[in-house]
C-alpha cells in the first residue's frame, strides 16, 4: 500500500469562499479553501491579509483566522460589519461561495503554541475574540485543558459571547462531504 505525499502548505495566493455563516446579525465567518490542492499551517492565533479590489482599487486588511490548525483543509476568518467600514461592509455584502480573494500569510508572533503550557487561562474583549477562537478550537481539538474569560458589552450581536459559546460546540466550518 503506498500513499501520497500530503499537499504542500499554502502562502500568498488566491483562495475560494466555500461557505459563510452568520454568527450574529453583524458578524459573519467565512470559509476559504485554496484554488489548487494545499494545506493550511498556521499556528492558532495568526492572520491572513486580503487583498482586495473594492471600487476598482487595491485595498488590504488583515483578520485574524478564526479556524485551528488541526483541521487544515480549510482556513477561516470572522468579520464583524463596522458601520461605514470599507472591507468589513464589502465582505458582508459581496463574499459569496465561489468568489476568490487574493491573500498573504498566515503572519503574526500571537500564539499560545509559543508559550507552551499545562494549561490557558485567555481573556478577550470584543473583536478580540476571533484569535482567541482559533486558539481554544485547537486546544479543544488537542483534548488540552483551557478556560476562556470573554467580556462583553450587552448587546444582541455582541461578537464574543456569541462565539464564545459556540466554540467548543461546532466545527468553525461545514464539514465537506
Known amino acids: 500500500m503506498t500513499t501520497g505525499n500530503p499537499p504542500p502548505a499554502w502562502s500568498d495566493g488566491l483562495l475560494v469562499c466555500k461557505h ?25 492565533g ?19 483566522i478564526s479556524s485551528p490548525p488541526t483541521r487544515p483543509d480549510l482556513v477561516a476568518i470572522t468579520v464583524k460589519r463596522v458601520p461605514d467600514g470599507l472591507v468589513s461592509n464589502w465582505l458582508h455584502d459581496h463574499l459569496t461561495p465561489g468568489t476568490t480573494v487574493r491573500a498573504r500569510g498566515p503572519l503574526g508572533r500571537f500564539s499560545c503554541a509559543r508559550h507552551p503550557a499545562p494549561k490557558y487561562l485567555f481573556l478577550s474583549a ?52
Not at 476598482?56 to 483578520?63: A, G, K, L, N, W
Not at 444582541?156 to 459571547?161: I, V
Not at 462565539?163 to 465537506?176: E, Y
Request: with cysteine; charged share 15%.
Open 46 to 64: 495568526q492572520f491572513l491579509t486580503l487583498v482586495l479590489d473594492i471600487d476598482h482599487r487595491p485595498v488590504e486588511r488583515c483578520y485574524a
Open 126 to 177: 470584543g473583536s478580540g475574540v476571533t484569535p482567541v477562537m482559533s486558539m481554544t478550537r485547537t486546544l479543544y481539538d488537542l483534548t488540552h485543558p483551557w478556560t476562556w474569560c470573554s467580556f462583553t458589552v450587552p448587546a444582541p450581536s455582541t461578537t464574543s459571547s456569541s462565539v464564545a459559546n459556540s466554540t467548543s460546540s461546532r466545527p468553525p466550518h461545514p464539514t465537506s462531504g
Open 20 to 44: 459563510r455563516h452568520d454568527v450574529t446579525a453583524d458578524v459573519r465567518t467565512f470559509v476559504f479553501a485554496p484554488t489548487e490542492p494545499r494545506l493550511f499551517r498556521h499556528d492558532p
